[in-house]
């Protein structure tokens, strides 16, 4: 909350006014009642005010604030004690949850209620201009600090949603970063198990049966060099690359070359390898379409 000081001189209220507010009290406190009486009853005209008044203790205590905060407009000193009642003010309709285009409204029906009055009561045109003008400068200062209590409740919630969303988002970085780290270990513990495996059949095409262990150790390397890419791909990735989804196509590629291979010596019958080849052939054309699209998309 601004000062009384800073807010006095952003809307240019001088010594000069609280004296001009003064001959206004003598005008318009006399109209009092009336005036309570009749901004109870525009309250009444709306359906959403006139709910916060369904007993007559309310609308007694409404008309008693009310003229209460007409005196306190017009005959208190503009001072930090005067700010602060204005804003237990703001605080009252934040609280009850009035919203506030209603005191904006409000405030509006005021300043053409004196206005109409002072037009009545002041003859002179020039001195009824000075105090028209000094009554804005009052009212636009009230409605400044009663409403500064909206702006703070609205502050204070963004303020509050926005660190829990932060927070959340802070956690979900860390999780993800955490399970990209454990993708990366499992992903250099296969690579280490093909690793393993690459050298039996290097081992059983040397020891037992050379053009079996040759193809066996064809398509142990073949995924060795996919390990290879997959792992390169999450480097990339948790340095702040981009992510392909062309990986997985290569995958199951070689799986089914692999399958081929393995086919091959185990002598499938002809439908098993044509489904085979045919698969590969549709991942093929998968591959290509999504090639062709990133090239486009870069």
Same mark, same amino acid.
């Given at each position: 909350m601004h000062s009384i000081e800073s807010i006095l001189k952003r809307y240019d209220f001088t010594d000069q006014d609280e004296a001009l507010l003064r001959?206004?009290? @003598?005008?318009?406190?006399?109209?009092?009642?009336?005036?309570? @009486? @009749?901004?109870?009853?525009?309250?009444q005209e709306d359906e959403y005010t006139s709910s916060y008044f369904r007993t007559d203790a309310a609308i007694t205590k409404r008309k008693e604030t009310i003229r209460w905060w007409?005196?306190?407009?017009?005959?208190?000193?503009?001072?930090?004690?005067?700010?602060l009642k204005l804003v237990r003010i703001g605080k009252m309709h934040v609280k009850i949850g009035l919203d506030g285009h209603y005191v904006n409204a409000a405030m509006g029906f005021i300043r053409r209620y004196f206005q109409d009055h002072l037009n009545q009561l002041v003859s002179d045109p020039d001195r009824r201009e000075i105090l028209i003008g000094t009554l804005d400068k009052a009212l636009d200062i009230s409605l400044d600090i009663m409403t500064s209590s909206y702006r703070e409740?609205?502050?204070?919630k963004v303020f509050i949603s926005q660190r829990v969303e932060l927070w959340i988002v802070k956690w979900a970085e860390k999780l993800m970063?955490?399970?990209?780290?454990?993708?990366?270990?499992?992903?250099?513990?296969l690579a280490i198990g093909v690793t393993l495996m690459l050298t039996s059949d290097i081992f059983y095409a040397l020891t037992v049966n050379l053009e079996r262990?040759?193809?066996?150790?064809?398509?142990s390397l073949l995924i060795l060099w996919m390990m290879i890419e997959l792992l390169h791909t999450q480097v990339h990735q948790l340095k702040g690359g981009k992510f392909h989804v062309r990986i997985?196509? @290569?995958?199951?590629?070689?799986?089914?070359?692999?399958?081929?291979?393995?086919?091959?010596?185990?002598?499938?019958?002809?439908?098993?390898?044509?489904?085979?080849?045919g698969g590969l052939l549709v991942l093929g054309l998968i591959y290509f379409l999504i090639g062709r699209s990133e090239k486009d998309s870069a």
């Open positions: 001959e206004m009290a @003598d005008l318009l406190l006399p109209l009092q009642e009336r005036f309570a @009486d @009749d901004f109870y009853r525009y309250l007409l005196k306190e407009i017009l005959t208190s000193r503009y001072n930090s004690k005067f700010l409740a609205e502050l204070k970063h955490g399970l990209n780290l454990v993708l990366m270990i499992g992903l250099v513990a262990g040759v193809i066996k150790a064809l398509g997985f196509v @290569d995958l199951a590629m070689v799986a089914f070359i692999r399958k081929i291979f393995v086919a091959t010596i185990d002598e499938k019958d002809a439908v098993s390898s044509a489904l085979l080849l």
